[in-house]
């Protein structure tokens, strides 16, 4: 099974700064979807970037970015100028091109200073 | 774009009793739900997926009989946690992909039990 793994349990990061959040997956597949989700005290859960595998240009969303690195099987978020409202859980995820499933990282709590 | 009403938001109940949660999506029609369960600060685990019209196919150790899913219409699937204890006690959370697969995959908003 695939696994996806966050060492980083816990970031913080001042209001307007760049902070990056670290991910890395292993498989043996090829092609395949690799996710940011992002979960607020509400805890639902919210797409922050999607990046398909085939794609070697990495994905952007406003003010979020990955860097993809396929070889390494790192998938990390860099998130630029910093919003009190960034802060909530980030949870990295993977799942196969043809499958359904998704294999959630376990998160890293991410809290803004002002 | 694509919203999954999942309620209720927070339920408590005794031990032994049986709580449904619903999950219905609004804009779109699900041909696939999937429920998760996620414990306190950890990560979602999938718990089955259903098909709509067809049985759920549950994760190993989920038990089918305990936590029943009925997915008898694209637009809503049902979670029943059948004799509740205390262990069952989590946070329980829908997505459904849609038969297009245009809106991808969308989160509902989550389920609080807990069983006293």
């Known amino acids: ?50 990046q398909e595998a085939y794609k070697q240009q990495n994905a952007t969303e406003n003010r979020f970015s990955v860097n993809f690195q396929k070889a ?3 998938f ?26 998704f294999y959630f990282g376990t998160g890293t709590s991410l809290t803004v200073i002002p | 774009g694509a919203v999954v009403s999942q309620h209720p938001s927070r339920v408590i109940c005794k031990s032994g009793t049986s709580v449904k949660i619903e999950c219905r999506s609004l804009d779109f029609q699900a041909t696939t739900m999937f429920w998760y369960r996620q414990f306190p600060k950890q990560s979602l685990m999938l718990m089955a ?35 509740a204890h205390p262990e069952d006690s989590s946070f329980y959370i829908c997505s459904a992909r849609d038969r297009t697969f245009n809106y991808g995959y969308t989160f509902g908003s989550g389920t609080r039990l807990t069983v006293v």
């Open chain 1, 76 to 101: 990390s978020l860099k998130i630029s100028d910093s919003q009190l409202g960034d802060a909530a859980m980030y949870f990295c995820a993977y799942r196969s091109a043809p499958g359904n499933q």
């Open chain 2, 49 to 83: 997926t259903s098909n709509e019209g067809s049985k759920a196919t549950y994760e190993q150790g989920v038990e089918k009989d305990k936590f029943l899913i009925n997915h008898a219409s694209l637009t809503l699937s049902t979670l029943t946690v059948t004799s």
């Open chain 1, 72 to 74: 390494a099987k790192s």
């Open chain 1, 1 to 50: 099974a695939q696994t996806v793994t966050q060492s980083q349990p816990e970031m913080s990061v001042q209001e307007a700064e760049t902070v990056t959040l670290s991910c890395t997956y292993d498989t043996s597949e090829s092609d395949y979807y690799l996710f940011w989700y992002k979960q607020p005290p509400s805890r639902q859960m919210i797409l922050v970037i999607r």
